[in-house]
């Protein structure tokens, strides 16, 4: 008997999660597409996207049957947003996008360009269900997350304003879905915020909660944090060991820019170190990822204040910055020490993207 790859046996080969529906369900489907068509000031829509809001819906209620069999209490609520095409559902403080289709045809995944681009539609989360009304029948044929899919976006052409990634690069086993609500917390995966400033225009900027470098002398590290060598090839975490004690703690995080760099993920890296005059050292790098060998130019690393009136400088100041060129394998900030308690923040730009991280030393 041969004995298959271990790699050849995947999740793909188990049948995917069903959920069958309720004549109730298909019932409350129609009322929730009926009343989304007659919402004052709304132009009346066409067969085919009444049908897809029905489909939505039919997704929607079979995937809020799924999850209260299966979380403990959940905090369940639906999140109405400006698209058509998709459905939200907020559980446990993460936002989830469900697609629905009738066919996954050709093994591809439509997904909607503008839930992916526009800050105000972006998501944890996003589900594939495949409605089958004739059959009353609900499948999930799997999930993926935000920061893996906007990256991988980027190689993949954009269709009638659709993205059509392969099925094989979901996730098929929904439970990796429940155990990312159950032990995540929202913030481990960052999403674009939109804020407007009339003398800036439109500006994109990813809030983050504070991560406290201390902790990870004691070996415990924040969610999103991963070992350098997880995130970018073995020179590049050279580069950073040569320039720091080995007594340090080392960490990197994943950065989504956006659209105005295809897309690209770049990778932050912070060592912290315990220095003999009882301060803490500090060096913060800012790497390309995956086959990318330099980073796009123009990208601006920059040390600054916290907006807090405990931190030792005035807020809003940027004590350092320093800004890519054509061909930088990483750029890094000048190290710098403080004292245990010190607050600062890191920020990444480019163009109107802000990505913003908040330490606590």
Not at 185 to 199: D, F
Not at 345 to 351: E, K
Request: aromatic letters at 8%.
């Amino acid at each position: 008997m041969t004995n298959l790859p271990s790699s050849l046996i995947n999740f793909r080969l188990l049948p995917p999660e069903t959920i069958w529906l309720e004549p109730e369900q298909m019932e409350q489907a129609k009322t929730i597409s009926e009343c989304a068509n007659t919402r004052p000031g709304e132009r009346a829509i066409s067969e085919i996207q009444q049908w897809e809001r029905y489909l939505n819906a039919l997704a929607l209620l079979a995937f809020e049957q799924w999850l209260s069999e299966r979380l403990p209490a959940p905090a369940m609520q639906r999140s109405p947003k400006p698209i058509e095409s998709v459905s939200y559902i907020e559980v446990n403080g993460f936002t989830v996008c469900l697609l629905a289709v009738e066919h996954v045809l050709d093994e591809t995944v439509p997904i909607p360009q503008a839930v992916i681009e526009q800050p105000a539609l972006a998501a944890h989360f996003y589900v594939l269900h495949e409605v089958s009304e004739e059959q009353e029948l609900v499948t999930m044929r799997g999930f993926c997350r935000y920061d893996e899919l906007s990256h991988s976006c980027q190689r993949h052409p954009i269709q009638d304003g659709y993205y059509r990634l392969p099925l094989s690069f979901l996730d098929a086993e929904p439970n990796h879905l429940l155990v990312y609500c159950r032990s995540l917390q929202p913030a481990a995966i960052p999403l674009p915020m939109s804020m407007s400033s009339p003398a800036e225009g439109a500006l994109t900027v990813w809030a983050q909660a504070t991560t406290t470098l201390t902790q990870w002398l004691q070996g415990m590290f924040d969610e999103g944090w991963q070992a350098i060598d997880q995130l970018i090839n073995s020179d590049a975490s050279l580069s950073l060991s040569t320039r720091s004690l080995e007594s340090g703690a080392k960490r990197g995080k994943l950065i989504n820019l956006g659209v105005q760099l295809g897309q690209q993920t770049v990778a932050l890296l912070v060592n912290v170190t315990p220095e003999a005059d009882g301060k803490l050292g500090v060096i913060v790098q800012l790497h390309p990822t995956g086959e990318d060998r330099y980073l796009s130019p123009n990208l601006t690393l920059s040390l600054r204040t916290p907006p807090s009136r405990e931190a030792l400088w005035p807020a809003g100041k940027t004590l350092q910055a320093v800004t890519s060129r054509s061909q930088d394998n990483y750029i890094q900030l000048k190290p710098f020490k403080g004292r245990s308690g010190t607050c600062f923040s890191v920020v990444i730009q480019f163009g109107n993207n802000t990505v913003e991280e908040n330490f606590e030393l």
